[in-house]
């Protein structure tokens, strides 16, 4: 256990491999609890909780609600920046999505964005049932500067962060699976990747498995081959 970090927060998930796919989704049922705008409003700070975060037009309410298979669980909209509050969704009775306020795009009043600016360093820095980061970006569009300062943070806290490439259907295979390839080896050892269309599905099975580690839910540790996600080996790095 690193230096600092809570007794009770586990660390070093199971090693995770993007060609295995869940025997079933645990998050068909989700469902929303809160909205906070403080932290104080936030559920009990105990059991797993993994934290979606990216920018304002990364697609991440598009994505949690292909995971959950619901077409409205998250709110959805075709002006980016509309979540302006920690939201809330819980799996079941010890786990919870937290779905962050989108940053960089949103128009918002200077002084909302510093309160959510303070709000979320408290929320990184204080949330002891915090078990990882999915850190949502454009497949278009990687690794914008706050995006590199998140993986950072996670590193040198020990928290695992899931990079989802969303949109992947924006480009064909061959570029979407290149930009992947050299996202990946420039991650350090916390860090794994992948893409996602929430058109096609393509990375849903993947993104379902990385976080049943993240959770710990049993059946992580029992996991089937997807024959259709199967990705080019990258000879310069092997994911964690």
Known sequence: MKP?????????????????????????QAEYLISAHNLNQLPA?????????G??????SSAINALTEQKSLARTSKTPGRTQ????????AERRIADL??????????????????VLQEYFETRQSLRGVVLL????????????????????????VHLVLTKADKLKRGPAQSTLLKLRRGLPEIATAQVLSTLS???????????????????????????GDKMPADSTRTDP
């Open 201 to 227: 599905g393509e990375g849903r099975d993947q993104l379902i498995a990385r976080l049943n580690q993240l959770y710990e839910f049993p059946q992580a540790a029992n996991t089937a081959a997807v024959e």
């Open 45 to 53: 700070d105990q059991g797993w909780e993994v934290a979606f975060a």
């Open 137 to 160: 970006m454009d497949i278009r569009h990687p690794m914008r500067p706050f995006d590199e300062q998140m993986v950072a943070w996670c590193e040198a806290k020990g928290l695992p």
């Open 101 to 118: 306020p989108g940053y960089g795009y949103a128009k918002v009043p200077a002084k909302l964005r510093q309160h959510w600016q303070e």
């Open 4 to 28: 600092g970090t809570p007794p009770h927060r586990k660390t070093g998930p199971a090693p995770y491999h993007p060609r295995h796919s869940p025997r079933k989704n645990p998050y068909r």
């Open 85 to 92: 509050q920690i939201v809330i969704f819980t799996i079941d």
């Open 55 to 60: 920018r304002s037009n990364a697609g991440k």
